[in-house]
């Protein structure tokens, strides 16, 4: 079984930046596609950022030019750097991992943009 758990999130004024991490634990011995999706209030899940264990990168529409995504494979750890934040970036952020065990989602960040 692997777990992912979260860190980084807050409270952050517009216009700010905020940098978060998820790192994977447990028994692992691939870790394929990793990625970072958010929830709003209201809304449903929405994938923000995806990367495969080449580098590849992809990101939704809203956030490229604005968020980073990357990943430290030794450290089993995916990253999302995020800078000129918005009031609609405010969600909860997941983090999930296709491993060895299947899918595996963390419990959720939450991030805060006040305007």
């Known amino acids: 079984q692997v777990q992912l758990v979260e860190s980084g999130g807050g409270l952050v004024q517009a216009g700010g930046s905020l940098r978060l991490s998820c790192a994977a634990s447990?028994?692992?011995?691939?870790?394929?596609?990793m990625g970072w999706y958010r929830q709003a209030p209201g809304k449903q899940r929405e994938l923000v950022a995806i990367?495969?264990?080449?580098?590849?990168?992809n990101y939704q529409d809203s956030v490229k030019g604005r968020f980073t995504i990357s990943r430290d494979n030794a450290r089993h750890t995916v990253y999302l750097q995020m800078n000129s934040l918005k009031s609609e970036d405010t969600a909860v952020y997941y983090c999930?991992?296709?491993?060895?065990?299947?899918?595996?989602w963390g419990q959720g960040t939450q991030v805060t943009v006040s305007s």
């Open positions: 999930n991992a296709e491993t060895n065990a299947g899918l595996s």
């Open positions: 990367i495969t264990s080449g580098g590849s990168t």
């Open positions: 447990g028994i692992i011995i691939t870790i394929n596609d």
